[in-house]
């Protein structure tokens, strides 16, 4: 590398999170600071970085979609037999991070983790490209694989078994709802001097906090 990466420097700037203008809950303003990612992002808006911990411990992340949020949670969707299934069904809490670069700011969410519905799952897979449906059944998610060959062998097996038929959802797939805990927003301010603002769960009540940056 012949760059010196700690010379690198960003200016951020963003309005005011100010506490007369927030709401009581932070799912209304999350949905609000997305919809706005989504515009600004574009196609990535969405993208979350999910932290679990596996049966000793040991701290696991990794980038994946958001695909729903109401008061209940934020929703993805993954192979229950991959790594983070298994430390899912052991250790059922985690983190999430979304990384806004454009807009300057960040949300962190932590809580408990749960299956959504098979009802939940089976409408988002419907409304899959087809591809991405035998895309469910032909990863074995997180299994070491011989090589790209075996991986498009496998394909050609599916789409045979199922042409001209509807592709049903494998019941090792389906979605997983974090139930917030706790979330935090964070808006960038000139000078390092940022705006956090941190609302936490405690007794089905939600408490709103301004930390320093």
């Given amino acids: 590398m012949t760059r010196n990466i700690a010379d690198i420097r960003r200016d951020y700037e963003g309005g005011r999170l100010e506490e007369s203008r927030l709401p009581d809950r932070p799912m209304p ?30 701290p696991h992340a990794r980038v994946v979609l958001l695909k729903g949020s109401d008061e209940r949670g934020l929703i993805f969707y993954s192979n229950y037999h991959s790594h983070k299934g298994s430390e899912l069904a052991n250790v059922p809490q985690a983190a999430l991070v979304f ?12 809580g408990t983790v749960e299956q959504v519905s098979a009802a939940e799952s089976d409408a988002y897979f419907a ?21 790209r060959n075996w991986l498009e062998e496998r394909e050609a097996r599916f789409e045979q078994a199922y042409e001209g038929q509807e592709i049903p959802r494998p019941i090792h797939w389906g979605g997983y709802r974090v139930v917030p805990e706790m979330v935090e927003f964070w808006q960038g301010q000139p000078s390092r001097l940022h705006d956090r603002i941190r609302y936490e769960r405690r007794d089905d009540h939600w408490q709103r906090f301004r930390l320093a940056p």
């Fill in 29 to 58: 303003l999350f949905d609000d600071w997305l919809a706005l990612a989504l515009d600004s992002e574009g196609e990535d808006g969405n993208t979350m970085t999910l932290a679990t911990v596996d049966s000793q411990g040991l």
């Fill in 99 to 110: 990384w806004w670069p454009s807009l300057s700011r960040q949300v962190r969410v932590e």
């Fill in 127 to 147: 409304s899959r490209p087809r591809a991405s449906q035998l895309g469910a059944w032909v990863a074995t998610q997180s299994v070491v694989i011989p090589d």
